[in-house]
């Protein structure tokens, strides 16, 4: 189907969204919740904090300069959310042990600039000798360079955080299992509580797994208490697998699931409905209880900034399309049919030349800056959602949504 008008437009791309569920839900045998549907301005504040947020995680949202790596897969849990097996050559991966001085020096190679690393796994500390081999070649090229490590904490033992700290780790991030034992998280909670003697930055980071708010309220109030630096309170997701754990604990799939569609490289799957809420419901807990750590919240959708920001960056644009602030889609005002003759006689009034009127398709696209121009015309203007690909050396932008907007009401600042 060929849209020739807006109607037909988001049609086109609202049944491309039905497939979609409808595919997921009969693959899996998950339920959308589509009794709490997310607003875009919901799916679309995915990073909120207080008091403090990692730059790590301020970098992240870009991904400019900052690059996470593993030396193996394998691990010492085995949680049912857990993504990992959603990456390429997974089981070689949990198999295999890179040399850690060989992927310190091919993150170099690949950005001499490179301001933030990371470590991650699978669990990075079973492998701790080059584990320290990672940190000492990156801080040998440069000291300036912030590094960070994941960690289940387990493993963890004074001497090796001497190790790390003599590598100058700024940051270690503990996950906390609820699916273990009171009496074992209890001892992840002292290690913890050492960390902070070696490590300028101890951060916990665990998603928050709907029906386990009274939990997570006393570990956070418990990490106030230690003295860590911050907690990362992550969207908790479905990883597309293990789909009968979840739908034994009678979880539900967030709806929509995504604001705009798109084949997102993070593989942390679909988010799980409910840990939104429980997650901004432990922030203002904790404001009002004036916490001085800080406290995070890392949405799904936050995951996928960094892969659309340096997508829509990698080339220049043309002048009818804005790189959205919020979400980094390239967006432009889309008129059809009847209403291109009117929207391009007050465009050329206005002297503003620089739009796309494209015959084959019966369409004009034009900044969104000047929506406003037509507050008081009776037209109908879709806001279009674009992406630049590359395939084959080949670019081109590719739209993955249109949605009308209301011109009477439009701030450009909002989109």
Known sequence: MIPNNLATSIQMYN???????????QQYGLKFDKHNIYSSDRM?????????????C???????????????LKCNKSCYFCFNPNQIDFLDNTQNIKKGQSIANHLLKENPRIQYVALTGGEPLLHKKEAINFFQRIERFNSKIHKRLYTNGELIDT?????????NLQEIRFSIKLEDSLEKQADILEKIEEARYYIPDVIVEMPVIPKTYSHMEN????LESIGVRGINLLEFCFPLHNEKEFIRRGFLLKYPPFQVYYNYWYSGGLAIAGSEEDSLKLLRFAKQNNFKMGIHYCSLANKHLGQIYQYNTAYPID???????KDYFLKSAKVYDNDIHCVEHVLRKNN??????????????FHPKYITLFDMVNIDIGMSYNIIEEINSNVFIKELKIEKIDQKNFILQTI
Not at 15 to 25: A, L, R
Request: aromatic letters at 16%.
């Open 352 to 365: 503003l030349l620089q739009y796309n009127k494209n015959d084959d398709y019966n369409f004009l696209e």
């Open 15 to 25: 049944k491309i969204e039905n497939d979609f569920i409808n595919s997921i839900e």
């Open 44 to 56: 679309y504040s995915p990073s909120e904090y207080i008091n403090f947020k990692s730059s790590a």
């Open 58 to 72: 301020i970098a992240c949202e870009k991904g400019i300069d900052s690059r996470s790596d593993f030396l193996s």
């Open 159 to 167: 001497f090796i955080l001497k190790k790390l700290k003599n590598c």
């Open 219 to 222: 570990i956070i109030t418990t």
């Open 319 to 325: 002048k009818w399309f804005y790189l959205s602030e």
